[in-house]
């Protein structure tokens, strides 16, 4: 029934990242990060203390989830930690695949990644 679907707003995705970067707070917060890597490489995530900056209202054990798609036909793209993360789980997003991620603030400047899927 269509009337059961959640409908809610999404602004922009990340788009267009075809090397090394490190990914901003606001990139993140987007919740869709699009990706051709021209070779195998990192996307680091922003510091800890910056997501703490970009959601100030967040208390310990807030989380939202991010999806990053990999549009390479042959490179894979790996999420990187940063000051202030703990990764749990594969951080490696294959070819033509796409990874699901949950960011979990767990104190002050401190937060988890989990790899869902």
Not at 3 to 31: C, H, K, M, R, Y
Not at 36 to 46: H, K, M, R, V
Not at 87 to 108: I, N, Q
Request: aromatic content about 8%; cysteine-free.
């Amino acid at each position: 029934n269509i009337n059961e679907v959640d409908i809610f707003p999404q602004g922009d995705i990340t788009s267009g990242l075809t090397s090394a970067v490190t990914l901003t707070a606001a990139q993140v917060a987007t919740g869709i990060i699009s990706a051709t890597p021209g070779s195998a490489l990192n996307y680091t995530l922003p510091l800890a203390a910056d997501m703490d900056t970009l959601f100030s209202n967040a208390k310990p054990s807030s989380a939202f989830d991010f999806t990053v798609i990999n549009l390479s036909a042959s490179n894979i793209g790996t999420i990187a930690t940063n000051t202030g993360w703990t990764l749990v789980g594969g951080m490696g997003v294959a070819v033509s695949y796409s990874g699901r991620f949950r960011a979990r603030k767990t104190g002050t400047g401190t937060w988890t990644l989990y790899r869902l899927s």
